[in-house]
Nanobody, 125 residues
Framework: QVRLVESGGGFVQAGDSLRLSCAASGHTFSNNNMGWFRQAPGKELEFVAALRWNSANTQYADLVKGRFIISRDKSKNTGYLQMNSLKPEDTALYYC??????????????????WGQGTQVTVSS
């Protein structure tokens, strides 16, 4: 099983940028997908973005499309979520996940078997 550790969260102002990192250990991401999800207080877990590790094909939730970019560095076995033009409604605990699921299911939390501990992103207006 892949062990995932997120980093890069913080407190920023609206309009600022942050880059989250997701470092994998134990096993590599290869043959897996990497997903980013978030959960705001009192709300359900929400899909943000996903990436097929080998092909780097990506999916985005409509709420972040055009503002967030998911990417990966194979040599470092690390994935990233570049978040630009942040809004207060982006405030949440962000989780990285790894799993092997079909393309059409990459936006579902059930498609991932390994999860990180989360990193907090707070955007102030």
């Amino acid at each position: 099983q892949v062990r995932l550790v997120e980093s890069g969260g913080g407190f920023v102002q609206a309009g600022d940028s942050l880059r989250l990192s997701c470092a994998a250990s134990g096993h590599t991401f290869s043959n897996n997908n990497m997903g980013w999800f978030r959960q705001a207080p009192g709300k359900e877990l929400e899909f943000v973005a996903a990436l097929r590790w080998n092909s780097a094909n990506t999916q985005y939730a409509d709420l972040v499309k055009g503002r967030f970019i998911i990417s990966r560095d194979k040599s470092k076995n690390t994935g990233y979520l570049q978040m630009n033009s942040l809004k207060p409604e982006d405030t949440a605990l962000y989780y990285c996940a790894a799993g092997n699921t079909i393309w059409s299911n990459m936006g579902s939390a059930g498609g991932y078997s390994s999860w990180g501990q989360g990193t907090q992103v707070t955007v102030s207006s």
